[in-house]
């Protein structure tokens, strides 16, 4: 399976054709983004270790009964997926109130949410991904209500398969972001990626950040944070 055209790049992947219109592959860079905006550095072993864990937890969603992206792993940065019309919506459930919902409610970071929080965020990069409700989403056509309600479903059903893994693991998973897409039958499945780059993880005990926060905050050892993350759940990311 070779790439052919790059067909569209984000802060982690870059997309490309296949050969097999009902395939394309994801490649996942080196490239560390702190915020939603220009200016990467670069990390070695970033992209190996996002492909691989994204990998793992497809698996474990598609065994929970979730239809997901994801075909099978080409090599250590690359995986083949369905070929998606991805719906142009950001999925947040939230478990612990951090990140933007602290800067916009003025909540205090930290704090239990229960039941857990579901936001819809518009993909719009020059708008700065806007918050979306879902009768914006209905009337300006981004989903039907349909779509929108397997999708809540959908991602609550994440929540619960993840939130126990993650626990089970000594891990608290505070927040994380999905993203949906349709196939050409019309069928939804669970697209785009689930990395410690797309959520929050703490230490069960410690509340020590294991994911890209650790990035966003300037602290050193992502790479070795997101190996142990890995390896606590099962997934052995280490050099050999
Ligand atoms: O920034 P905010 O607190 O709204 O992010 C909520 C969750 O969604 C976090 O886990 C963050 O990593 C993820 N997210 C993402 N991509 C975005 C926006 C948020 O993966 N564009």
Known sequence: M??????????SKSVYTSGNEQRLIFHFRNDAFAFDEPGSEQ??????????FNYFIMCKLESAGIATQIDRLLSDRETLVRRLDMIPLECVVRNVAAGSLCRRLGVKEGTDLSPPTFELFLKNDVLHDPMVNESLCESLGFATPAQLSEIKAQTYKVNTVLSQLFDDAGMLLVDYKLEFGIDSEGKLFLGDEFTPESCRLWDKETR???????????AD????????????????????
């Open 2 to 11: 070779t790439k052919r055209v790059e067909l569209y790049r984000d802060q």
């Open 43 to 52: 990390l070695d072993r970033l992209g190996e270790v996002n492909n691989k």
């Open 208 to 218: 020590v950040k294991l994911d890209k926060d650790r990035f966003r905050l300037g």
């Open 221 to 240: 050892g992502i790479i070795t944070s997101y190996i142990e993350v890995a390896r606590r759940i099962g997934l052995d990311l280490s050099e050999h």
